[in-house]
């Protein structure tokens, strides 16, 4: 079926470490996926996102991996600062019967970064 | 910020009233997507609309419907409203790639609605 799953549901780390958010998806033909950070009583934002001809982006100190074999990809943030305390969403791609594309969210990630 | 703009902010209604919400798509976009938020969740994808269209559907009863206008701007309809409604209503916009694939979707604010 259609699935994202996402590990883990809660992160904590110390300001200046890094983190890693993994997500799984089911679909082979899925080509298409973006991260989403959103603050509490905020619209989820976009802040990186991959396409499946690419294996790996990275935007500062934000980066995406796909693994199209495994079918997983990662968020990493480096150097961690409180103000990237928020929820994270992946999503993933699935091509519906009616021939277009919708996306499929994972259930989040609580990323809390103490100073 | 984006320029996907939603009203209302927020909504109270009664078990069994019926509900609209509206969207407005960033300029560009002829794509307009609506999902479902519950606390601690996931956005839920409910419908997407085209040029007018429905063009896709998720797992969400005919109670829930759509419409979209020709300045692509969308409305999420809901009737006989049930607690479990009790919600986020996210819009997103964005733009339509050849073969129906997607390209980055711009979310809205939302509508928080809560069901008495």
């Known amino acids: 079926g259609e699935n994202v799953e996402q590990h883990p549901s809660t992160l904590s780390v110390q300001e200046g470490d890094s983190a890693v958010i993994k997500c799984t998806y089911s679909d082979s033909a899925s080509n298409y996926f973006p991260w989403y950070k959103q603050e509490l009583g905020k619209r989820p934002q976009l802040i990186i996102d991959?396409?499946?001809?690419?294996g790996e982006k990275k935007d500062q100190r934000i980066a995406v991996t796909l693994n199209k074999t495994a079918k997983h990809f990662s968020l990493h943030i480096t150097e961690t600062q409180p103000e990237d305390s928020a929820v994270y969403f992946c999503a993933a791609s699935y091509r519906m019967n009616t021939g277009f594309q919708k996306l499929v969210f994972g259930t989040g990630t609580r990323l809390l970064v103490s100073p | 910020e984006t320029g996907v703009t939603q009203s209302p902010t927020h909504l109270i209604k009664t078990r069994g009233q019926q509900v609209t919400l509206r969207c407005s798509s960033q300029s560009g976009h002829n794509t307009v997507s609506w999902y479902q938020q519950a606390l601690g969740q996931g956005p839920q994808f409910i419908f997407q609309y085209y040029r007018e269209e429905e063009n896709g559907r998720g797992n969400f009863p005919p109670r829930f419907s759509g419409l979209q206008f020709p300045n692509y701007s969308s409305e999420l309809n809901v009737n006989a409203l049930e607690l479990d409604d009790s919600a986020l209503y996210l819009c997103?916009?964005?733009?339509?790639?050849?073969?129906?694939?997607?390209?980055?979707?711009?979310f809205g604010p939302g509508t928080r609605l809560t069901v008495l």
């Open positions: 997103a916009s964005s733009s339509l790639l050849a073969g129906g694939s997607t390209d980055t979707q711009y």
């Open positions: 991959i396409r499946s001809n690419v």
